[in-house]
């Protein structure tokens, strides 16, 4: 209905990314549809619409759910996508804390789709068989040849902040033997990156 659309301007309905829905996003939708359901109402003492109060509630909470419908549909339409799509590059994520998980989220956001996650190993055998972003935690490093013998990845991405030189070097032996790119995650940004880019995925050499 016109009288909707005001309503959604001011209640800033529209300025929202899709891709990025969330908890503000829903409460903008609610007072969306408040909002649509005042003018309405409005609309309704100039306008014999034989409006009641109970198909008023009645509009107000389906608007709601549409709206919210609308913009998770356009989320999950997404991900579908990118989960029919074949990725061309497999990443293992070295460390499953709070960075791993970060770098998990990220990759698993599906904005590239040349890119999947295939899971993490981690030294902290608490984590082994969980879940983190999604991706089960198959190992720790020593599993790493194993762990490509069962689900193969051409990238490790680390995302360990204080990994030794020990684990690191095992990490390397394993990639110069299978061919495997070595990555590190970081949340910093280097001093000549886009300062818009709030990480940054560094190609490591040896």
Partial sequence: M??????????????????????????RFANGALAAGL???????FVPLGLSG??????????FNLLIASRVSFRMLRKACAFLAVPLTRVLIVGAGRLGATAGKDLGSGQDRQVCLVGFVDDDHFKHGKLVAGAPVFGSIEELERIYESTPFNQILIAVGNLDGERLDLVWDFANRYDVAVRRFSLQAPEDADLAAPRALAVVRR
Avoid: E, K, N
């Fill in 2 to 27: 016109l009288a909707t659309y005001p309503a959604f301007m001011i209640a800033g309905v529209y300025r929202g990314m899709w891709r990025y829905v969330g908890l503000p996003d829903a409460v």
């Fill in 39 to 45: 003018c309405l109402l409005v609309v309704s003492l």
């Fill in 54 to 63: 109970s198909i008023l509630v009645l509009f107000i909470i389906l608007l």
